[in-house]
């Protein structure tokens, strides 16, 4: 168990990282290595899921992510560079924080 919490900050880490790069990368111009971190970060999020699953838990504002990740997909299909950055930046990146921040306390 206390591996997979170590795995999980880890996780968290790379997450926030991937996110950051992400809307850097957006907020320059560089739409294509900004695309290339939000896939990094997807990843990421996809197995930080999987490890609630697996300790049996449930994510914090799971709900929340869910919207914002729907919204997201809105932008991304409508090519809406600044929609997606404004999700990511307002609305995504204030939870996972607040998650790494629960997860690390």
Do not use: H
């Amino acid at each position: 168990m206390m591996k997979q919490l170590t795995n999980l900050n880890s996780k968290y880490e790379r997450l926030q990282k991937d996110l950051e790069y992400s809307i850097e990368c957006f907020n320059k111009g560089n739409d294509k290595l900004g695309l290339n971190a939000l896939l990094y970060f997807i990843e990421n999020l996809e197995n930080i899921l999987n490890t609630f699953c697996y300790l049996n838990e449930f994510m914090p504002n799971i709900d929340k992510l869910l919207k914002a990740l729907q919204t997201l997909l809105i932008c991304i299909k409508n090519k809406d560079i600044i929609g997606m950055v404004d999700t990511l930046e307002l609305v995504i990146y204030p939870l996972t924080e607040e998650w790494c921040k629960e997860e690390l306390e």
